[in-house]
């Protein structure tokens, strides 16, 4: 699949998994292609931990529905109801979970470009899952990143040390199929920013657009 093919089918999975095994070998090649992000002064500060383990994984979607929940509570009207109908995450029919973790102490105890930007390790780390992403798109496989969760919970369910950012829970696995639109255009939530929005010229002002579209 060409790198721009793959940028145009990426998709957050949630409700598309089939919970197919992944073969070690293509696991292995989408980590590799994680760890091959370019980093902060060359300090790689991610790690990976893959779970596996129903028990873990059914505690960790428990604790992500009593989150959803928590948002659910806060909308009204018809945003409630457009909430309703979409699916935040995919813990127990992927195949499994691949957290990912920052840890600043990587690459110390100076490292190179981060002393007039503190969270240049932590955009490094989210290079990492973006590449992830982008191979097992390339792979034929889903990813889902979860976001409904408290950082403490998660990291004391997985043993993760003081000082160390569990950044995002990412559902990996087969999928039947991935969405053409994704979701939260599909159900209404949000539309589709268009480029011309995003993009300044020189200065950035307020209300802009250009013709790059």
Not at 146 to 172: N, Q, T
């Amino acid at each position: 699949m060409q790198l721009y093919d793959a940028i145009a089918r990426r998709r957050d999975v949630r409700a598309e998994f089939d919970g197919g095994p992944v073969p070690d070998e293509v696991l292995m090649r989408v980590l590799g292609a994680a760890h091959a992000a370019p980093s902060v002064g060359h300090s790689q500060p991610w790690d990976f931990v893959l779970v596996e383990s129903a028990e873990t994984r059914a505690a960790f979607q428990r604790h992500v529905a009593a989150e959803r929940d928590v948002f659910a509570g806060q909308l009204a009207g018809e945003r409630a109801a457009t909430f309703a109908r979409i699916k935040v995450e995919g813990i127990l029919e992927s195949s499994l979970g691949v957290v990912v973790t920052y840890d600043a102490s990587h690459g110390g105890p100076a490292v190179l470009g981060r002393h007039a930007i503190a969270d240049a390790g932590l955009y490094s780390t989210c290079l990492a899952i973006q590449n992830l992403w982008l191979a097992a798109t390339a792979e034929g496989l889903g990813v889902g990143w979860v976001s409904f969760y408290r950082e403490e919970f998660l990291r004391e369910l997985l043993g993760i040390p003081d000082g160390v950012r569990p950044v995002a829970w990412l559902c990996l696995g087969t999928v039947e199929r991935l969405q053409a639109t994704p979701d939260l255009e599909r159900f209404g939530w949000r539309r589709k920013r268009p480029l011309g929005e995003a993009v300044h010229r020189e200065r950035y002002r307020y209300g802009s657009a250009t013709s790059v579209d």
